[in-house]
């Protein structure tokens, strides 16, 4: 049952979090045990460790990185220590952190070494080659990587000084802008060489959903004078809902993909995130039509909670179908699973802050209850083979994002507005705090070089 106090909620869920976070540190302890009932450790002192730990990180291997994938976690992670404790009273030596998220960001620079300045998705720290995924269409970039670098890199310039990494990302709207796009969408995949689509699937999950959600987050990061990046996402929306948004014979609205112009009737857990997004972008929504994106993001988040509620154990499945006869409900084998994924928590919060509406904290706890009764395991949480079975089977693995953002996502519903209130921050991609970029920030920057 949901704690009958808004203070009784939000002590459970720092209970769950701090205890996640506890047990997932005793994993890494000498001498300790997963599940172990020794006394949680305190967390450590972030000045000495946090600092030595950067410091000695060169990131010079010869391993293929991800473009997207180390500027989310660390060039976002790194960026934002630096600024909470330049804002901080003890003023810790943040230069440290300030100094790795700017190295990590010109070693990933020879990624955007392309005719087009469209980035390679693989690149050799080391020799600075860069290479696109093999199964990518055509040897395409994928839109939610190349397209999911924006509020990292302009927030490097802003930290730096240096212009160029602002200027990359810019350059990839440029391109995009110059594009014919069918029927005012953008497809998944964008050849680096020749600056053409590879082949027209669209989607506003998988392999597309970050994209979207970054034009929005760069106006908002901008203090909302990012005007371009506004101007796409809004006309984005506006074809999004033309051609992917439908609604089920049971009432339930949902977004399609679409593929060459055919609609496959799935939605993927992925997209249950463009609630969240619908509704925080509504208030600078054209038209009057705030209301309406408030009511849109409302109607996904119905419908994502449908999926979980349609399941045996109240999570939800990967993706999920409207065809068949069928409403919300995977009907593949290898839809069914459950990986501790954070999007439909994560629009439960965006559309608890902005409505404070109770059912989204009630479907948050029930999502809770639903982890601890299923996906609780010695040592962590662990994702479902089949939500829709009786029995659970476990595939022991506890992704990343569970604790950066499934549980942060958690946290936030169940805390007060002033943490991390969203008119000083933005959450990137990952769920990493970014402040938004006032327009006296710059000389508050400049003094603390």
Known sequence: ????????????ASALLREEVSVARRRELPGSQPGSSSPSPSLPDPRAPSEQLCANRSGSGSADVSGLMPVVPDTGLLGIVAVVFSNTSFLLNFQVFRKKAVE???????????????????LNIKSGI????????????????????????VHLSHLSGNPVFAEKVMNIRKVLNRLDKPEGLYPNYLNPSSGQWGQHHVSIGGLG???????????????????????????????IETH?????????????????????????HLTCFAGGMFALGADGAPNDKTGHHIELGAEIART??????????????????????VEAIATRQNEKYYILRPEVIETYMYMWRLTHDPKYRQWGWEAVEALEKHCRVDGGYSGIRDVYNNHESHDDVQQSFFLSETLKYLYLLFSEDDL????????NTEAHPLPVLHKDDGNKEENQK
């Open 304 to 325: 994502c909670h449908e999926s979980y509620d349609r399941t045996s154990m109240k999570l939800g499945p990967e993706a999920f179908r409207f065809d068949g006869g």
């Open 244 to 268: 992917l948004i439908r609604k089920s014979s049971g009432g339930l609205t949902y977004i399609a993909e679409w593929k060459g112009g055919l609609l496959e009737h799935k939605m993927g």
């Open 104 to 122: 990590l960001g010109e070693k990933l620079l020879p990624a955007f070494n392309t005719p087009t300045g469209i980035p390679w998705a693989l």
């Open 209 to 239: 959903d970050s994209f979207y959600e970054y034009l929005l987050k760069a106006w908002l990061m901008s203090d909302k004078t990012d005007e371009e990046g506004k101007k796409m996402y809004y006309d984005a929306v506006q074809a």
């Open 1 to 12: 049952n949901l704690p009958r106090s808004k203070g009784d909620v939000s002590a459970a």
């Open 420 to 427: 991390l209130p969203f008119e000083h921050w933005v959450f």
């Open 130 to 153: 860069g290479r696109n995924w093999p199964w990518a269409s055509g040897g395409s970039s994928i839109l939610a990587e190349f397209g999911t670098l924006h509020l990292e890199f």
